[in-house]
């Protein structure tokens, strides 16, 4: 299932590497993220390349993060797709994914005006 980002806002990208053996937290280094989405004629498009992901505070060596304000022009309803990328100890590159569902964000936040008579 997509996470919901709303377009134009602030969105928190979060990561947590976790060995699928054990299911202990796995350190990484180099982590970073590429972001994009497919226009409707099927083109990729980079949002971002490589971009290097933040530790979490406090320090934990699986955990990263990084903020990005998704750009006011993408299409309502557009999935995006997150690669997380990093390098373990014995220099192997880990990737998870994520798509994320690029949503206008609403602007009655549910609120409904209604006139009586």
Do not use: H, K
């Not at 971009?51 to 995006?80: F, I």
């Amino acid at each position: 299932m997509a996470i919901d980002a709303f377009i134009g806002f602030p969105f928190v990208f979060q990561v947590a590497f976790i060995d699928p053996a054990t299911g202990l937290p796995l350190p990484v280094t180099s982590v970073n993220l590429t972001l994009f989405y497919y226009t409707t004629t099927g083109v990729r498009t980079l949002l971002l390349n490589g971009q290097a992901m933040n530790p979490v505070v406090p320090p934990d060596p699986s955990r990263y993060t990084y903020v990005l304000t998704l750009p006011p022009a993408l299409p309502d309803g557009t999935p995006l797709y997150v690669e997380y990328r990093g390098t373990d100890i014995f220099l192997n590159v880990v990737v998870q994914t994520e798509v994320l569902n690029g949503q206008s964000y609403p602007s009655d936040q549910g609120l409904r005006v209604r006139f009586t008579p």
